[in-house]
């Protein structure tokens, strides 16, 4: 079964940093694209960032650019989102996401991991 | 950055009727790069629709997409009680993938 599971949300103060993990089984890892995408609560869907398959190509969206670093690791099937000099606007259940084909750069989402809360509170 | 802009923001129905959700593009949407979502409390975005118009797999053939450039839909013909959820919309074309902000179709 291909599962995505997101660990490493939690209460953090602005200003301050933390590290999301997404575990990936079921399928070979090291040959897909992935992404974060997050959601405030009770509102809609962003996009965050993506990562292809060997690293190379690496995008964010604007609100989060300079400020979190995506990354891989293909041997351990993990993918990591690092979040520095977070902001109370970057509270959000954060998504691990798979891109469907193989190989390829740019895809449609599936599967989802089930999320993590990040909270940015003092 | 392509903007995505869905309408209506919320579809009150009841189950049996049709219905039909909008997204509509900033700019042109890369070879129908578009997939569309079904997200029910609680859960995770569940993919419908990719490339505009191909169903994912295991998605009842009540769902379906259409459209092409910068507007696209997503129609429900006949909607059963498991329907009732918030729907987004996505362009997966561009380096920056954007969704739009969702459209709930609720039980009238």
């Known amino acids: 079964e291909v599962q995505l599971v997101e660990s490493g949300g939690g209460l953090v103060k602005p200003g301050g940093s933390l590290r999301l993990s997404c575990a990936a089984s079921g399928f070979t890892f090291s040959s897909y694209s992935m992404n974060w995408v997050r959601q405030v609560p009770g509102k809609g869907l962003e996009w965050v960032s993506s990562i292809s398959s060997s690293s190379s190509y690496i995008y964010y969206a604007d609100s989060v650019k300079g400020r979190f670093t995506i990354s891989r690791d293909n041997a351990k099937n993990s993918l990591y989102l690092q979040m520095n000099s977070l902001r109370a606007e970057d509270t959000a259940v954060y998504y691990c996401a798979r891109v469907v084909v193989p190989a390829a750069d740019v895809g449609w989402f599936d599967p989802w991991g089930q999320g993590t809360l990040v909270t940015v509170s003092s | 950055e392509i903007v995505l802009t869905q309408s209506p923001g919320t579809l009150s129905l009841s189950p049996g009727e049709r219905a039909t959700l909008s997204c509509r593009a900033s700019?042109?949407?890369?070879?129908?790069?578009l997939a569309w979502y079904q997200q029910k409390p609680g859960q995770a975005p569940r993919l419908l629709i990719y490339g505009a118009s191909s169903r994912a797999t295991g998605i009842p053939d009540r769902f379906s997409g259409s459209g092409s450039g910068t507007d696209f839909t997503l129609t429900i013909s006949r909607l059963e009680p498991e329907d009732f959820a918030v729907y987004y919309c996505?362009?997966?074309?561009?380096?920056?993938?954007?969704f739009g902000q969702g459209t709930k179709v609720e039980i009238k």
């Open positions: 996505q362009q997966y074309g561009s380096s920056l993938r954007t």
């Open positions: 700019q042109s949407v890369t070879s129908s790069y």
